[in-house]
């Protein structure tokens, strides 16, 4: 069974810092790319960040990018969110999400989901 | 970047309607596009991919159609599962990656 199990998240003040994980098992983690993808409180969804699979290709929403940096340990089978600087606007559920593919092609479709972890930057 | 626009944002309809929801690219994107269904505190799920594909596992009573820039979700014969809010998403652009409409609630009329 495909499971991805998120935490990390927690209550943090604007400018602070948080790293989010992502523990994968029921697959082959190293042969698929990752997203995070997150919803604001009453919002729709958002997509944050991707990796392939080797971590040869990363990509970031013009939103966090230059905050946020995502890695991965295929040996761990882990996927990490280090949130840097932090504001309001970043509050939000962080799903950790599988992608179909590796990313050799690129992008292809999120066909798995993790129940989600709350982001909460507040004073 | 590509934007992503559907209509409505939100529907009631009642069980064993059909409906229809509409996402339109603000340009071409082919048949890169996919459906997802959300419900409050679960995880998303993937229903449709590539435009018309259906995901393993997914009801038959749900469809997708379209190319280029605008796309369809149908939904037959609605079940009481189906309540929930619904996203399409292009994966076309390589570097606004992936983009979702601002989805479309429906709810129980």
């Known amino acids: 069974e495909v499971q991805l199990v998120e935490s990390g998240g927690g209550l943090v003040q604007p400018g602070g810092s948080l790293r989010l994980s992502c523990a994968a098992s029921g697959f082959s983690f190293s042969s698929h790319g990752m997203n995070w993808v997150r919803q604001a409180p009453g919002k729709g969804l958002e997509w944050v960040s991707y990796?392939?699979?080797?971590?040869?290709?990363?990509y970031y929403a013009d939103s966090v990018k230059g905050r946020f940096t995502l890695s991965r340990d295929n040996a761990k089978e882990s996927l990490y969110l280090l949130m840097n600087s932090l504001r309001a606007e970043d509050t939000a559920v962080y799903y950790c999400?599988?992608?179909?593919?590796?990313?050799?092609?690129?992008?292809?479709?999120?066909?798995?989901w993790g129940q989600g972890t709350l982001v909460t930057v507040s004073s | 970047d590509i934007q992503m626009t559907q209509s409505p944002s939100s529907l009631s309809a009642s069980v064993g309607d059909r409906v229809t929801i509409t996402c339109r690219a603000s340009?071409?994107?082919?048949?890169?596009l996919n459906w997802y269904q959300h419900k409050p505190g679960k995880a998303p799920q993937l229903l449709i991919y590539s435009a018309s594909t259906l995901q393993s596992g997914v009801p038959s009573r749900f469809s997708g159609s379209g190319s280029g820039t605008d796309f369809t979700l149908t939904i037959n014969s609605l079940q009481p599962e189906d309540f929930a809010t619904y996203y399409c998403?292009?994966?076309?652009?390589?570097?606004?990656?992936?983009?979702f409409g601002q989805g479309t609630k429906l709810e129980i009329k």
């Open positions: 998403q292009q994966s076309y652009d390589t570097f606004s990656v992936y983009t």
């Open positions: 999400a599988r992608d179909a593919g590796s990313g050799i092609f690129g992008v292809e479709r999120i066909d798995f």
């Open positions: 990796i392939s699979n080797s971590s040869r290709t990363i």
């Open positions: 340009e071409s994107i082919r048949r890169y």
